[in-house]
């Protein structure tokens, strides 16, 4: 079974994911962790995030390999090494939104997150998961929330992982920059069809969202 969960920052999107995966019984593929990773070396390099073409140099010379945790995760290791919180970083977050527009590092992305995922089944959450990596799937959700949700749960995150966040204009910022940049690049737009079931999530918790995934899941096989 491949579930694609698609949504902007801030939706829930990692909570709702992990706890769908542990649920159903399959691994979970956060694939934002792995754009954060290479933003993690482009930026320990002090290459310019926004050159596609030293960007993809760094790509072309990482080893990323997935390791399975006992709460079906799977953690995206860089050259065999976990960096943990390390790419939650806000200038991490924002250089993770810069390299992602770049095609070529999203066709290699793609076809690196489809390999790993066909192997056992998976729960994604991205941006394009739905519409660029496993199209085919007929487990497809799309999850919103107004933007002051959004701005207080991505505040809220970043006061958890114990990061300087600054304020909560500061983090509307970053959310509404990464929003402008996911819905107008070139290749794999953050974007929602016909194909998803949509989901607001601004007036329910993390179970109940979860809830709703696994009843229209449940609709769909039998439809299927």
Do not use: C, W
Request: hydrophobic share 35%.
């Amino acid at each position: 079974m491949i579930v694609a969960i698609d949504g902007p920052s801030g939706v829930g999107k990692s909570t709702v994911a992990r706890r769908l995966a542990q649920r159903l019984g399959i691994p979970y593929l956060e694939t934002g962790a792995m754009y954060r990773v290479l933003a993690f070396e482009v930026l320990r390099q002090g290459v310019d995030p926004d050159d596609p073409k030293a960007v993809t140099e760094v790509f072309a010379g990482l080893d990323l390999r997935l390791e399975p945790h006992q709460d079906g995760r799977l953690e995206v290791l860089l050259n065999g090494e976990p960096l943990g919180d390390r790419i939650r970083e806000p200038e991490v977050s924002e250089a993770s939104s810069q390299v992602s527009v770049h095609p070529e590092v999203r066709r290699k992305m793609v076809t690196l997150q489809r390999a790993l995922a066909q192997e056992t089944g998976a729960v994604l959450e991205g941006r394009d998961i739905g519409t660029k990596v496993f199209p085919e799937t007929p487990f497809k959700f799309f999850l919103e929330a107004p933007m002051d949700v959004r701005v207080e749960r991505r505040f809220n995150q970043l006061q958890r992982a114990g990061q300087n966040s600054g304020s909560r204009e500061e983090v509307l910022e970053e959310v509404t920059r990464r929003d402008l940049r996911d819905t107008t690049r070139a290749d794999s737009p953050l974007t929602m069809d016909a194909t998803y079931h949509h989901i607001e999530t601004g007036d329910l918790d993390v179970d109940e969202v979860v809830e709703e995934i696994v009843r229209r899941i449940g609709e769909i096989s039998q439809q299927h």
